[in-house]
């Protein structure tokens, strides 16, 4: 959460639904980066109704603000937060419905691609005592950790790491991942945007708390429609011993594979994915794939595994990036 926060002056809101046919009392209390509370809110929301919150416009948050909040409600509820930014850029995830003592986030970026893309991510201890986060990196490709950085955080407090400042021992220009490790529950959320002059694409992810052996992505795209969008997905190994992964991709319609990847060191394949290690998987490098292409992808692995995937508008202005985390199945 934020209020005109950074060069950029990025603002968030949040919306949130009743999901029950009787009326919710939601409140929302926000926290400031050190855990103690700078505001609350109260909305009270007829069945299947919704309202929105934004922070901006709120004016127990000061200019420049950078924190967190946590809804409590009477029924069941949905929210999502957007994040803006004063040039145009929009993102947007879920709100999480609890802690976990642990959180992967598959893509970490510096300098990474033409278009230069830097990541940030935010840790929050939503328990009710003091914990110790670690954070573990790992380079693409590479098995031994990168780093790995300690802090303590008090209950409600959160932290935020922005990649090309606070991590720039890894390289000027890197793409990796990072394993949170807490003792109190915790969420997590990482966030994109380029780099590069002229650009302003951002997009923001959901941090995962466990991985399944298979996961789908449901929107695969390869110099799509006028807009020309071209994807590409991450999958990160959370497993303790090194992965045997099988991509396939699907065109609508068909059952049948048009393209099968294989990360399991046999001859003629990929290597294996090593643990807590992520690959990257560009679809604009898929020729077999064709011009135009759109479909899905099934992520089939011996070891657990989360998915990320990510889009860009090639010919579209203003912000056409965004993310969504890919879907666990049960085989």
């Known amino acids: 959460m934020n209020k005109k926060f950074g060069g950029s002056q990025w603002s968030s809101r949040i919306t949130i639904q009743n999901t029950t046919a009787n009326p919710v009392t939601a409140t929302v209390t926000f926290y400031n980066s050190d855990g103690t509370v700078r505001d609350t809110d109260t909305a009270s929301l007829n069945g299947n109704g919704s309202t929105t919150l934004t922070q901006v416009n709120d004016t127990e948050?000061?200019?420049?603000?950078?924190?967190?909040?946590?809804?409590?409600?009477?029924?069941?509820?949905?929210?999502?937060?957007?994040?803006?930014?004063?040039?145009?850029?929009?993102?947007?995830?879920?709100?999480?419905?609890?802690?976990?003592?642990?959180?992967?986030?598959?893509?970490?970026?510096?300098?990474?691609?033409?278009?230069?893309?830097?990541?940030?991510?935010?840790?929050?201890?939503?328990?009710?005592?003091?914990?110790?986060?670690?954070?573990?990196?790992?380079?693409?490709?590479?098995?031994?950790?990168?780093?790995?950085?300690?802090?303590?955080?008090?209950?409600?407090?959160?932290?935020?790491?922005?990649?090309?400042?606070?991590?720039?021992?890894?390289?000027?220009?890197?793409?990796?991942?990072?394993?949170?490790?807490?003792t109190q529950p915790?969420?997590?959320?990482?966030?994109?945007?380029?780099?590069?002059?002229?650009?302003?694409?951002?997009?923001?992810?959901?941090?995962?708390?466990?991985?399944?052996?298979?996961?789908v992505l449901p929107t695969i795209l390869r110099y799509f429609g006028g807009s020309n969008f071209v994807t590409g997905f991450q999958i990160m190994n959370v497993g303790t011993v090194n992965a045997n992964v099988t991509v396939e991709y699907f065109a609508p319609g068909n059952p049948t594979p048009v393209m099968t990847v294989y990360y399991d060191g046999a001859a003629g394949h990929l290597p294996q994915i090593a643990p807590y290690n992520s690959v990257n998987r560009y679809q604009g490098n898929d020729t077999t794939l064709g011009n135009g292409w759109q479909g899905s992808v099934r992520v089939t692995s011996d070891q657990p595994v989360v998915v990320l995937g990510s889009q860009n508008g090639l010919n579209r202005t203003g912000d056409a990036a965004g993310q969504y985390n890919g879907i666990p199945v049960t085989p």
């Open 186 to 215: 915790v969420v997590a959320v990482g966030s994109q945007s380029s780099g590069a002059p002229g650009k302003r694409l951002a997009s923001i992810y959901n941090g995962v708390a466990s991985g399944a052996t298979q996961a």
């Open 61 to 182: 948050l000061p200019d420049g603000w950078l924190g967190t909040a946590i809804v409590n409600a009477s029924g069941n509820v949905a929210v999502i937060a957007d994040v803006m930014s004063a040039d145009g850029r929009v993102e947007t995830y879920n709100g999480f419905t609890s802690g976990a003592a642990t959180m992967y986030l598959p893509t970490l970026l510096i300098n990474f691609g033409a278009n230069m893309w830097n990541t940030s991510f935010q840790v929050f201890n939503v328990g009710a005592a003091s914990g110790t986060v670690t954070m573990t990196y790992y380079t693409s490709g590479i098995a031994t950790p990168a780093k790995v950085v300690t802090a303590t955080l008090l209950p409600y407090r959160s932290i935020s790491r922005y990649q090309p400042t606070v991590d720039s021992d890894l390289g000027a220009t890197w793409i990796g991942s990072v394993v949170i490790e807490s």
